[in-house]
Structure formats: structure tokens, C-alpha cells
């Protein structure tokens, strides 16, 4: 769990073994898997997602998930998560567990379903109205085993490659009329799932639908959003999604490392993509999230990945390196032109990825600043003199202090 003083908790999954290769070339060995798994499992991420026990006619990669069962190291401290669609994968999966956890849902008995009924149709030859047709059971079901509290849930909440857009005010309807029959039964709703397996996501509409959530059920307290970046929103909607929700509240959220991934079923393939850890995990610590990962074994991780695919994934961080906010990870104030991405590497690799270089300067550079900063003492006083009294800023009033 990724955890704040001041926003929602974060429950973060990594999908690079399941929703990344659902989408790879089912050919990539299972040692070359297995070690990615293991070497995922020494970064500090504290849930994985190992793979899908589903049918090798529709997913094909998955064909594997068996030896890699078999052959992962497993981790003291890690959750690995496989996900079982129905009752024939959860006896298969029973097999390894432990040390896998079969996920089928959530543990809050739940209402939900698709706002496109194409994609369900594709993905698991199903329509939207068989899924409403299981309503009823499902209420009855948890009213008769005593459940406390429930979930409600929409898949492709924003949007549709096969519809159209989804307005907010249509997935609300949808939402109420699931939060009705658990009124009627008089189970508690605490949960809300959203996701977006087409990449229609925007932050607008993210902040929207989930302060209207707020405002209509109070009692939601736990929060889920599925988001695929197939149009570059993702890592937006996740921010709008953090500052929608407080730090009374969790939310659980899923990406995969380099970023890669996407459904056979939506119509983009590998375009699709969903938010790439490392670029996830830099954003939260920037805010201040402990999130106890490390991000060179990260990056490292992110390597290997790329070239078990052999190309490069969807990923920022891996190519500029992180912020560098440690006086030892500066860079050098006069190292050359960096120019390719092969140069760029020099935060990992030292002055060699860049040896050779355009120095176009005369002299080398100097600055005051940064000799400050040498020193360890701050680039900028925030409420000290320098260096707002020197020689170089207008000497008023205000004397070089903010007003």
C-alpha cells in the first residue's frame, strides 16, 4: 500500500505479468517471465498480478500460467494475485494457492456491469443484460449469507470505440439503479468500481463522476479505478482521481511496468496501455506518498521487460531517470549536449553513455547556485537573504523578502 498524511491511501497492483502479457507474443519463454516475476518481487511493490487461469482459445499468452506457478520464487511480504473468471479457473488456480490468491472480484458481494455492451460481448460472449440478469441472485445471495456491506461497479465507464462517449449523468443512472436494489435489500454500499479497458478516460470527467459518487452515497469509502491510457489520460485521471477523494478514503489502482499492455477485445491492441509503474510510483513520492519501492531495482525491471518484447515500453521515467532531488544524483553542470536517448541514460550509466559529446562552451560553467547547493545549503532562500539582496535584483521596499 502506497499511504499519505493528506490523500486516500493507494491499493497499487502491478499487471505487467497479466495485463502486460495478455497482449505480448505468447511465444516469450516462461524463464524469461519467471525472472521478471522474481526480480519484480524484490522492488518493494507489494501486490502482483502473476496471471490469468482463463482459456488459451481466448488468450493464448495465458497458456503458461501453470509452470510459471510452478516456478516463481515467492517473496515474503508480497500478494500475488491470479484472476479466475469462473468456476473452472478458480479450481485450476486452487492448485497454487499458496502462494497465490485467487481474485474474483471483490470480497464485498457486488453489483456490476458494462456500459458497452459490444466490448462485453467480445471480450467475454456475454451481453450487458445477461449481466443485469444476475442482479437479482447476487442480492439474494449476499442477503441470505449476512453481508454487511456492497459494492457497485461500472466497466467502460467513460466510453466506448464501438459507442461513443458515455455521459456522466448515463453512468450515474446506472450506478443508482444497482445502489437501489442493495437499498432494498438493506446492505450498506461502501464500494465503487470504475473502469475504462478503451482508454476513454478524462480527468474532467473522472473528477465529475466521482464527486456526483460522493455527494448521492456518503458511505463510499473505497474506491477503484481501471484505467488504460490508450489516448495519454491515464496518469492524468489518476492525479484528478487522488484530489477527488480525501484521506478517508482508499483507492485501488492497477498499471503495469513500461507501461504496456491492452485487450485483444477494445479495438486499439497494444496501443491501449495502461499507466507505467515507475512513471506512477515517481508522481506519488513527489507528493509525498510513502511508497516504499525502489526505484533503480524498478528501472531494472523495466530493462529486462523491454527486452523480453523487444522494444521500447510507453514509460518516462526508465529514459530521463527520476527527479534528481539528492545533491548526489545532480547532474554534472558541464557534462555535453545530451542529445539521444542512449546519452540520456547517463543518470544510470555514468559519463560513458555521453562520452564524446558537442561541448560548445568556451570556459566552463560556473554557478553560485549551484556552489550552494555543493554545500548543502539551499539553491534559494525561502526566507532568507540570498538571493533576493543581490546586486543583480531591484532594491525596493520590499527589501528582496516575498510581500
Not at 474474483?104 to 440478469?133: K, T, W, Y
Not at 438493506?186 to 478516460?201: N, Y
Not at 470527467?205 to 488504460?228: Q, Y
Request: proline share 7%; charged share 20%; aromatic share 8%.
Amino acid at each position: 500500500m502506497f499511504t499519505s498524511d493528506r490523500y486516500p491511501d493507494i491499493v497499487y497492483i502491478e499487471e505487467v505479468m497479466r495485463e502486460g502479457m495478455q497482449i505480448e507474443d505468447a511465444a516469450i519463454p516462461v524463464a524469461d517471465k519467471v525472472a521478471l516475476l522474481d526480480a519484480l518481487s524484490d522492488t518493494g511493490l507489494d501486490q502482483i498480478a502473476v496471471g490469468s487461469f482463463v482459456s488459451a482459445r481466448y488468450t493464448p499468452q495465458m497458456a503458461c500460467i501453470e509452470e510459471l506457478a510452478r516456478k516463481f520464487t515467492p517473496r515474503p511480504g508480497v500478494t500475488y494475485l491470479a484472476l479466475a473468471l469462473n468456476a473452472r479457473g478458480a479450481e485450476r488456480a486452487q492448485v497454487y494457492a499458496p502462494p497465490l490468491t485467487i481474485e474474483r472480484g471483490s470480497p464485498r458481494p457486488r453489483l456490476s456491469c458494462h456500459m458497452c455492451d459490444v466490448f462485453v460481448r467480445r471480450n467475454v460472449n456475454r451481453s450487458q443484460a445477461d449481466e443485469i440478469a444476475a442482479w437479482p441472485r447476487t442480492v439474494a445471495k449476499a442477503k441470505a449469507a449476512g453481508a454487511r456491506e456492497a459494492s457497485i461497479g461500472v466497466n467502460a465507464a467513460f466510453g466506448s470505440n464501438f459507442l461513443g462517449d458515455f455521459p456522466v449523468e448515463s453512468v450515474l443512472r446506472m450506478l443508482e439503479i444497482q445502489h437501489a436494489l442493495w437499498d432494498e435489500a438493506g446492505i450498506p454500499v461502501t464500494e465503487l468500481r470504475l473502469g475504462d479497458p478503451m482508454g476513454w478516460s478524462h480527468p474532467a470527467k473522472v473528477t465529475e463522476l466521482l464527486m456526483g459518487c460522493r455527494r448521492r452515497w456518503p458511505a463510499l469509502n473505497d474506491f477503484s479505478l481501471h484505467l488504460h491510457d490508450s489516448r495519454g489520460m491515464a496518469m492524468a485521471c489518476v492525479y484528478a482521481g487522488i484530489l477527488a477523494l480525501d484521506a478517508t478514503h482508499t483507492l485501488r489502482l492497477e498499471g503495469t511496468l513500461a507501461g504496456i499492455g491492452g485487450c485483444p477485445y477494445c479495438g486499439s491492441g497494444r496501443a491501449t496501455g495502461m499507466v507505467a509503474t515507475e512513471d506512477l510510483v515517481h508522481m506519488l513520492e513527489g507528493m509525498d506518498y510513502r511508497t516504499g519501492v525502489d526505484m533503480p531495482r524498478l528501472l531494472a525491471c523495466v530493462d529486462m521487460l523491454e527486452r523480453m518484447i523487444g522494444r521500447m515500453g510507453w514509460g518516462h521515467v526508465v529514459r530521463a531517470g527520476p527527479r534528481p532531488t539528492e545533491r548526489a544524483t545532480l547532474l554534472d553542470i558541464n557534462a555535453p549536449f545530451i542529445e539521444t536517448l542512449v546519452q540520456a541514460q547517463h543518470f544510470r550509466r555514468g559519463p560513458a553513455a555521453y562520452a564524446g559529446g558537442i561541448v560548445p562552451w568556451r570556459e566552463p560553467i560556473h554557478s553560485p547556485y549551484r556552489d550552494r547547493v555543493d554545500q548543502g545549503l539551499p539553491a534559494y532562500d525561502t526566507d532568507g537573504d540570498w538571493p533576493w539582496t543581490q546586486p543583480h535584483f531591484p532594491q525596493g521596499q520590499h527589501k528582496g523578502t516575498a510581500a
